[in-house]
């Protein structure tokens, strides 16, 4: 069964750096794309960036070009979130998720809480 397991959230003082972590098992994981998105209290969740199975580019929201990096480990089945100068903004619920077409849904993981405050 498709599992996604994120780690690695916690709290953090404005300016400082996470790296968010998520876990992949029961399916074949280099096959598939693999993103984070978040979601703030009384917001909608959004994408915050993706890490494309093979061929293409990573993707991140334009606003947050530059302080986040995704990166993948195929032979860990991990994908990694490198969150850093941080602010009171970024504080979300962190998600990992993918798309399976074969089975036409969407798979999330439980979350992972970032608090950005001093």
């Known amino acids: 069964q498709l599992q996604l397991v994120e780690s690695g959230g916690g709290l953090v003082q404005p300016g400082g750096s996470l790296r968010l972590s998520c876990a992949a098992s029961?399916?074949?994981?280099?096959?598939?794309?693999i993103d984070w998105y978040r979601q703030a209290p009384g917001k909608e969740r959004e994408l915050v960036a993706d890490?494309?199975?093979?061929?293409?580019?990573?993707k991140y929201v334009d606003s947050l070009t530059g302080r986040f990096t995704i990166s993948r480990d195929n032979a860990k089945n991990t994908v990694y979130l490198q969150m850093n100068n941080l602010n009171p903004e970024d504080t979300a619920v962190y998600y990992c998720?993918?798309?399976?077409?074969?089975?036409?849904?969407?798979?999330w993981g439980q979350g992972t809480q970032v608090t950005v405050s001093s």
């Open positions: 998720s993918t798309f399976s077409w074969y089975n036409q849904r969407r798979y």
């Open positions: 890490a494309p199975s093979a061929v293409g580019a990573t």
């Open positions: 029961g399916f074949a994981f280099e096959n598939y794309t």
